[in-house]
């Protein structure tokens, strides 16, 4: 009745432990996807706040110029002043002032303090579509940096129209000329145009890196092309890029992008490890579960049949002594009662009561010694053993019983047998306890 709620007690541990190593599997992986997840979204702010950091540098310069007028003085003074508190004073490369209408170009002597005309240069062309020249071109809000060369574009004081001559009424007079009415003045429009030195951005990134992102574990390097060599970086923060109107969906796009790369093991890969590391320990501990329900099922199934054995040993134990007990309370009883009174009959009850007590101590002592090798208490005693002595030893107390059953015991050994190792009394109950079982299983007579 036992055996089939077994089986379905060790059906349900299993079930439940295949349950609990699907959930575990899943949990793991949510845990590890959680935990790129986590590593790279905080990388990627790492990032984003370096680069923010570095345009913000950048919309200093902005800032600084802002409105400024078209004064060479003004702007050498400001410019001063900027690089007195710049994190990086040689960020400015040159500082261009261009006439949108007219697409003069001058560029700022620092030292003298003057506009210096200066040829257009090919490096400046990405600039041109900021600028929409044309005397007709509506202004348009652009981004501050145009980061294809790389540059800061701020937009300058507009200038005062200039008053014609022919405005001027001398004096209250009439003016001797008047233009034609479609003739049109326009205020005079400028920018300048303040480009950044590579190099300088360069390291300004690497030392913001420093007090931003651990520098033993990460590079950090900059884009600057078309092609996109992005793919081996764990993290990608444009750069540079303040944002472009939606008037304006003609500029150029913003490519710089700071790339930020794990130095040796990529993070994909560490989070990876990991994952494989808490599944081996989770599949380890389930298989140490599984191993001790196996060993739980062998250690029980082994007890059951120890009991069992246990039960039939006492069952066969109770029989061996239930023979000679009743025999020697049968011939005890006749004898007490005076039953038995001729000397012929007492001779022969006290035969059989001596017989049936050494059956009796030969069983007794069996049991001791079964017992005390169950319990491996005592140890044996190892000792040469003459064989021959042994077995007529053992021969010599089983002859009351040989003569009972009328059978003849032959020995045959040799008489070059050498001495064996081994503990005398228990091979002498062993050889006896055989010939025993052949002299009450053999037959009568034999």
């Known amino acids: 009745m036992q055996r089939p709620w077994l089986l379905v007690l060790a059906t349900l541990l299993v079930v439940a432990l295949a349950v609990l190593a ?6 793991i992986n949510d845990l590890s996807t959680a935990d790129e997840e986590r590593r790279r979204g905080a990388l990627d702010f790492a990032a984003r706040r370096l680069a923010d950091d570095v345009t913000r540098e950048a919309m200093r310069v902005h800032d600084t110029f802002d409105q400024a007028p078209r004064d060479a003085a003004d702007l050498a003074h400001r410019y001063e002043e900027w690089k007195a508190e710049a994190r990086e004073p040689g960020l400015v490369q040159t500082i261009y002032a261009i006439d949108v209408p007219t697409m003069e170009l001058s560029r700022l002597d620092t030292a003298s303090a003057t506009l210096v005309p200066a040829p257009w240069s090919d490096s400046l062309d990405p600039a041109r579509p900021v600028l929409r020249a044309g005397p007709d071109a509506p202004p348009v809000r652009r981004a501050p940096i145009v980061p294809q060369i790389p540059a800061v574009m701020v937009p300058l004081r507009p200038e005062a129209p200039t008053r014609p001559p022919w405005m001027d009424d001398g004096g209250g007079g009439p003016p001797p000329f008047r233009p034609p009415e479609r003739m049109p003045f326009r205020p005079r429009r400028s920018v300048l145009i303040v480009t950044l030195d590579r190099a300088v951005i360069a390291n300004l990134v690497r030392d913001l890196a420093a007090t931003t992102l651990p520098p033993s574990d990460y590079d950090v390097t900059i884009s600057t092309g078309d092609v996109r060599n992005d793919n081996a970086a764990e993290v990608v923060a444009p750069m540079l890029v ?4 939606r008037d304006a969906p003609d500029a150029p796009p913003a490519y710089w992008r700071l790339l930020v790369r794990r130095r040796g093991v990529a993070l994909s890969e560490i989070v990876s490890a990991a994952r494989r590391r808490n599944l081996a320990i989770s599949f380890a501990i389930l298989a140490l579960l599984l191993g001790s329900f196996v060993l739980l099922a062998v250690l029980a199934r082994r007890a059951e049949r120890l009991r069992v054995q246990q039960l039939e040993f ?9 023979t000679p007990l009743a025999a020697l309370t049968s011939a005890g009883q006749n004898l007490a009662d005076g039953i038995v009174g001729e000397r012929e009959q007492v001779t022969r009850y006290g035969a059989m009561i001596v017989k049936e007590s050494r059956r009796l101590s030969e069983t007794v002592a069996q049991v001791l010694d079964f017992a005390g090798m169950q319990s491996r208490g005592v140890p044996a005693r190892i000792a040469a053993v003459d064989v021959r002595a042994v077995v007529e030893d053992a021969v010599a107390q089983c002859g009351w019983l040989a003569e009972e059953a009328k059978v003849k015991i032959e020995m045959q050994i040799a008489a070059d047998l050498p001495a064996v190792g081994g503990d005398a009394d228990a091979l002498t109950r062993a050889v ?3 010939v025993a079982n052949a002299i009450r299983h053999g037959g009568a007579g034999g």
């Open 314 to 322: 006492v069952a066969g134990i109770t029989h061996e002594l239930n």
């Open 432 to 434: 006896q306890n055989l």
């Open 242 to 245: 303040v944002g472009l109107m």
């Open 22 to 27: 699907t959930l575990q599997v899943r949990w």
